[in-house]
Protein backbone atom coordinates (compact mmCIF):
# COMPACT_ATOMS: atom_id res chain seq x y z
CA UNK A 1 0.00 0.00 0.00
CA UNK A 2 3.25 2.60 0.57
CA UNK A 3 5.88 3.41 -1.08
CA UNK A 4 6.32 4.05 -4.72
CA UNK A 5 3.67 2.12 -7.04
CA UNK A 6 2.23 1.59 -3.73
CA UNK A 7 -1.82 1.49 -3.71
CA UNK A 8 -2.24 5.24 -2.66
CA UNK A 9 0.87 6.32 -5.01
CA UNK A 10 -0.75 4.70 -7.86
CA UNK A 11 -4.29 6.79 -6.62
CA UNK A 12 -2.34 9.94 -6.25
CA UNK A 13 -0.72 9.38 -10.60
CA UNK A 14 -4.54 8.81 -11.72
CA UNK A 15 -5.84 11.71 -9.88
CA UNK A 16 -3.26 13.92 -11.15
CA UNK A 17 -2.75 13.00 -14.44
CA UNK A 18 -6.65 13.40 -15.26
CA UNK A 19 -6.85 16.51 -13.20
CA UNK A 20 -4.47 17.64 -16.11
CA UNK A 21 -5.85 16.23 -18.76
CA UNK A 22 -8.88 17.74 -17.99
CA UNK A 23 -7.87 21.22 -17.18
CA UNK A 24 -5.96 21.21 -20.39
CA UNK A 25 -8.78 19.95 -22.40
CA UNK A 26 -11.10 22.52 -20.71
CA UNK A 27 -8.53 25.58 -21.44
CA UNK A 28 -8.59 24.05 -25.32
CA UNK A 29 -11.82 24.13 -25.95
CA UNK A 30 -12.70 27.67 -23.95
CA UNK A 31 -10.04 29.14 -26.07
CA UNK A 32 -9.23 31.51 -23.48
CA UNK A 33 -7.55 34.69 -23.89
CA UNK A 34 -3.95 35.95 -22.77
CA UNK A 35 -5.06 37.40 -19.76
CA UNK A 36 -6.92 34.99 -18.68
CA UNK A 37 -4.58 32.23 -19.22
CA UNK A 38 -1.98 34.85 -17.31
CA UNK A 39 -4.51 34.94 -13.98
CA UNK A 40 -5.22 30.93 -14.40
CA UNK A 41 -1.15 30.07 -14.13
CA UNK A 42 -0.72 33.12 -11.59
CA UNK A 43 -2.96 31.45 -9.40
CA UNK A 44 -1.50 27.69 -9.63
CA UNK A 45 1.93 29.40 -9.56
CA UNK A 46 1.19 31.25 -6.49
CA UNK A 47 -0.44 27.19 -5.19
CA UNK A 48 3.28 26.22 -6.35
CA UNK A 49 4.82 28.50 -4.41
CA UNK A 50 3.27 27.88 -1.26
CA UNK A 51 3.75 24.16 -1.78
CA UNK A 52 7.26 24.76 -2.43
CA UNK A 53 7.98 26.83 0.55
CA UNK A 54 5.93 24.36 2.68
CA UNK A 55 7.73 21.31 1.78
CA UNK A 56 11.75 23.37 2.24
CA UNK A 57 10.22 24.06 5.69
CA UNK A 58 8.98 20.77 6.94
CA UNK A 59 11.52 18.87 5.35
CA UNK A 60 13.79 21.10 6.99
CA UNK A 61 12.19 21.20 10.61
CA UNK A 62 12.32 17.42 10.32
CA UNK A 63 16.00 16.98 9.76
CA UNK A 64 16.83 19.76 12.08
CA UNK A 65 14.20 19.86 14.49
CA UNK A 66 13.03 16.14 14.71
CA UNK A 67 15.50 13.93 13.62
CA UNK A 68 18.67 16.60 14.61
CA UNK A 69 20.41 15.00 11.55
CA UNK A 70 24.37 15.96 11.64
CA UNK A 71 25.23 18.85 9.21
CA UNK A 72 21.66 20.17 8.65
CA UNK A 73 20.95 23.61 9.75
CA UNK A 74 18.19 26.37 8.96
CA UNK A 75 20.42 26.90 6.30
CA UNK A 76 19.64 24.22 4.22
CA UNK A 77 16.09 25.86 3.93
CA UNK A 78 17.93 27.23 0.82
CA UNK A 79 16.68 24.53 -1.46
CA UNK A 80 19.37 22.07 -2.30
CA UNK A 81 17.72 19.91 -5.05
CA UNK A 82 17.59 20.80 -9.10
CA UNK A 83 14.02 20.16 -8.50
CA UNK A 84 13.58 22.60 -5.20
CA UNK A 85 15.46 25.53 -6.96
CA UNK A 86 13.70 24.98 -10.40
CA UNK A 87 10.22 25.19 -8.37
CA UNK A 88 11.13 28.27 -6.37
CA UNK A 89 12.73 30.36 -8.78
CA UNK A 90 9.66 29.31 -11.57
CA UNK A 91 6.87 29.98 -9.41
CA UNK A 92 8.36 33.21 -8.28
CA UNK A 93 9.11 33.86 -12.43
CA UNK A 94 5.68 32.99 -13.32
CA UNK A 95 4.47 35.54 -10.64
CA UNK A 96 6.71 38.65 -11.31
CA UNK A 97 7.99 38.36 -14.68
CA UNK A 98 5.93 38.64 -18.22
CA UNK A 99 5.42 35.72 -20.70
CA UNK A 100 8.32 34.21 -22.20
CA UNK A 101 10.60 35.15 -19.91
CA UNK A 102 14.69 34.07 -20.25
CA UNK A 103 14.33 32.82 -16.56
CA UNK A 104 11.77 30.43 -17.83
CA UNK A 105 14.21 29.27 -20.96
CA UNK A 106 16.75 28.50 -18.44
CA UNK A 107 14.91 26.53 -15.77
CA UNK A 108 12.11 25.23 -17.46
CA UNK A 109 12.98 22.86 -19.25
CA UNK A 110 14.89 21.28 -16.19
CA UNK A 111 11.59 21.78 -14.26
CA UNK A 112 9.26 19.93 -16.54
CA UNK A 113 11.70 16.64 -16.94
CA UNK A 114 12.51 16.62 -13.13
CA UNK A 115 9.02 17.22 -12.13
CA UNK A 116 7.50 14.56 -14.36
CA UNK A 117 10.05 12.24 -13.42
CA UNK A 118 9.63 12.68 -9.80
CA UNK A 119 5.51 12.29 -10.07
CA UNK A 120 6.37 9.12 -11.17
CA UNK A 121 9.24 7.67 -9.44
CA UNK A 122 9.22 9.89 -5.99
CA UNK A 123 11.74 8.01 -4.34
CA UNK A 124 11.04 9.13 -0.91
CA UNK A 125 8.30 7.71 -0.34
CA UNK A 126 10.69 4.33 0.23
CA UNK A 127 11.53 5.93 3.14
CA UNK A 128 8.13 7.90 4.27
CA UNK A 129 4.47 7.58 4.02
CA UNK A 130 2.39 9.18 1.31
CA UNK A 131 0.72 10.94 4.24
CA UNK A 132 3.59 12.60 5.80
CA UNK A 133 3.79 16.27 5.23
CA UNK A 134 6.94 16.20 3.38
CA UNK A 135 5.63 13.45 0.80
CA UNK A 136 2.48 15.26 -0.16
CA UNK A 137 4.34 18.98 -0.35
CA UNK A 138 6.85 17.22 -2.04
CA UNK A 139 4.19 15.61 -4.46
CA UNK A 140 2.60 18.47 -4.80
CA UNK A 141 5.03 20.85 -6.06
CA UNK A 142 6.80 18.39 -8.11
CA UNK A 143 3.05 18.10 -10.42
CA UNK A 144 2.86 21.53 -10.27
CA UNK A 145 5.83 22.25 -11.96
CA UNK A 146 5.64 19.41 -14.59
CA UNK A 147 1.80 20.57 -15.07
CA UNK A 148 2.06 24.30 -15.15
CA UNK A 149 5.59 24.13 -17.51
CA UNK A 150 3.77 21.59 -19.71
CA UNK A 151 0.06 24.12 -19.94
CA UNK A 152 2.67 27.24 -20.44
CA UNK A 153 4.51 25.63 -23.30
CA UNK A 154 1.52 24.52 -25.09
CA UNK A 155 -0.21 27.59 -24.64
CA UNK A 156 2.20 29.66 -25.85
CA UNK A 157 3.16 31.23 -22.54
CA UNK A 158 6.65 29.71 -22.91
CA UNK A 159 7.81 29.65 -26.42
CA UNK A 160 10.56 27.07 -27.25
CA UNK A 161 12.94 28.00 -29.83
CA UNK A 162 16.38 27.34 -31.18
CA UNK A 163 18.31 30.52 -30.01
CA UNK A 164 16.35 30.68 -26.41
CA UNK A 165 17.64 27.14 -25.65
CA UNK A 166 21.02 28.65 -25.33
CA UNK A 167 19.50 30.02 -21.96
CA UNK A 168 19.23 26.12 -20.31
CA UNK A 169 22.86 26.12 -20.30
CA UNK A 170 23.46 29.22 -18.24
CA UNK A 171 20.24 27.79 -15.91
CA UNK A 172 22.45 24.60 -15.56
CA UNK A 173 26.02 26.67 -15.01
CA UNK A 174 23.80 29.13 -12.02
CA UNK A 175 22.38 25.54 -10.55
CA UNK A 176 25.88 23.98 -10.23
CA UNK A 177 27.32 27.46 -8.86
CA UNK A 178 24.86 27.04 -6.06
CA UNK A 179 25.66 23.65 -5.33
CA UNK A 180 29.26 24.20 -5.10
CA UNK A 181 28.47 27.70 -3.13
CA UNK A 182 26.16 25.43 -0.80
CA UNK A 183 28.60 23.15 -0.30
CA UNK A 184 31.74 24.97 0.83
CA UNK A 185 30.33 28.07 2.08
CA UNK A 186 27.70 26.42 4.08
CA UNK A 187 28.90 22.87 4.38
CA UNK A 188 25.48 21.34 2.99
CA UNK A 189 26.49 17.31 2.96
CA UNK A 190 24.29 17.34 -0.40
CA UNK A 191 23.93 19.93 -2.80
CA UNK A 192 22.79 19.16 -6.65
CA UNK A 193 23.76 15.73 -6.60
CA UNK A 194 27.31 17.28 -6.12
Request: hydrophobic share 50%.
Amino acid sequence: MQGVYGVFHIVYLIVAVMAMILEIIILKKKKISDDKLQLILKIEGAIWLISVLLNRFVVTYSDVVINNREGYTWLNLIPNTYCGICSLVLSISLLTLKKDNFIFHSLGYLGLVGGFITMLYPDFLDSQSIFDLRSITGLLHHTLMFSIMLKMMLFGYMQPTIKKCSYFTLGICVIMTLGVLEKDAFKFTKAMEI
